[in-house]
């Protein structure tokens, strides 16, 4: 489930489309644990003969409340993905970090801006909870 939402920003992103608005919002929602990097993003654009296309830019349109946005550049490979039967292009990866003492919820917006201008709001939510809190008995 999580590879088919990056694979969409993927999409969105870089085979935008006239029938797209130029600006979109999207909510996501993540989990983890205080003080460890949770992923919350994957940013990439592909052109339609699947090779790399430019980067977007990543920027923090709102930052959290108790923790910090990091971004590192990476690379995404993927197979199957429309037309593209294997790609490896480059990306920007974003992770969110906790206070290491903080247990709750957490929002921050990431507003992505492809070459064409096309801009993207991603409203995450991250849910922090203590290690050990969601093993059953």
């Known amino acids: 489930m999580r590879r088919l939402a990056i694979l969409a920003a993927v999409a969105a992103m870089g085979l935008a489309g006239a029938s797209f608005a130029q600006t979109h919002s999207v909510q996501r929602q ?7 990097n949770i992923n ?16 977007p830019v990543v920027r923090l349109a709102q930052g959290p409340m108790h923790g910090k946005v990091t971004v590192k550049r990476g690379r995404l490979r993927a197979t199957n993905f429309k037309k593209c039967l ?33 801009t993207q709001f991603e409203k995450i939510t991250v849910t922090v909870t203590k290690p050990g809190a969601s093993q059953g008995i």
């Open 40 to 55: 919350i993003g994957i940013f990439a654009s592909m052109k339609s003969d699947c090779t790399a296309g430019a980067l």
């Open 86 to 118: 294997a790609m490896e292009i480059p990306a920007y990866i974003a992770f969110y970090r906790s206070t290491p003492d903080f247990v709750g919820h957490d929002a921050l917006t990431l507003e992505i801006i492809a070459k064409n201008g096309k």
């Open 30 to 36: 993540f989990k983890g644990k205080p003080g460890q």
